[in-house]
């Protein structure tokens, strides 16, 4: 599995780690990438699924075997708080793409921001139960 997580900050820069590519590559292991819920405006403004997908596939040398989609409605007072922050969910252009989707109902609603909160803090997470559902489906 790769992600959840911020595509050039916490994702990448594994995949620049010596033998990585190599590992991947001679795995026989299903290489599943978890999509982000939302777009970053810092790293990844305007990007769709298939952006997400060739950047992964790019830096790790390696065609991926699926793609976990979040299918959730996200509730419209946390979309406007992103939305003020130029961040939106991430577009599934992926339908014609000759790649295994899976969509499921991911999303988890965590806490607004604290007062003194010195970092940008995410509203939204992947539910790490039903992310592991999902993924011992898939095995």
């Not at 190599?22 to 795995?27: F, I, M, Q, R």
């Not at 065609?63 to 599934?92: C, M, R, T, W």
């Amino acid at each position: 599995m790769i992600g959840p997580g911020d595509l050039y900050a916490s994702i990448i820069p594994n995949f620049l780690a010596t033998g990585m590519k190599t590992a991947l590559k001679t795995s026989r292991a299903k290489i599943i990438y978890v999509l982000n819920l939302m777009t970053c405006f810092c790293q990844t403004h305007n990007y769709k699924a298939s952006d997400h997908v060739s950047e992964i596939e790019k830096y790790s040398g390696s065609k991926l075997d699926g793609v976990i989609i979040d299918s959730s409605q996200i509730n419209k007072d946390v979309l406007n708080i992103y939305k003020k922050e130029n961040e939106f969910p991430v577009d599934n252009d992926l339908n014609n793409k000759k790649i295994n989707i899976y969509k499921k109902e991911l999303v988890l609603v965590v806490k607004t921001h604290q007062k003194g909160d010195a970092l940008h803090r995410s509203l939204l997470r992947h539910d790490s139960e039903k992310l592991a559902k999902v993924l011992m489906e898939l095995l």
